[in-house]
């Protein structure tokens, strides 16, 4: 039992904590990190945080979970979009 409860703790820490760095990582300044590597690493953060946010929307029937699975995948969908528009143009 005690697994299945870090288990539960780790597939929600990814949502909730994924999309936010990822968009936290299209901030960074192009000094600390290289731009490849920064929109690499937001990127895939990304796309973690929207699949198991939908997963979350999809599957789990508590409001708890539909609603941090809907932050995660906003502030993901808002970090790709920045990944692909608005980085190349700094």
């Not at 968009?23 to 945080?49: D, E, G, N, S």
């Amino acid at each position: 039992m005690e697994s299945l409860a870090l288990f539960a703790s780790l597939i929600i820490s990814l949502t909730a904590l994924g999309g936010p760095i990822s968009l936290a990582l299209t901030y960074l300044p192009q000094r600390l990190l290289p731009l490849a590597v920064i929109k690499i690493l937001a990127f895939l953060i990304a796309m973690i945080a929207i699949f198991i946010g939908v997963f979350l929307v999809i599957n789990v029937n508590s409001i708890g979970a539909r609603v941090i699975g809907v932050f995660g995948i906003t502030t993901a969908v808002i970090a790709i979009y920045r990944v692909i528009k608005v980085i190349p143009k700094i």
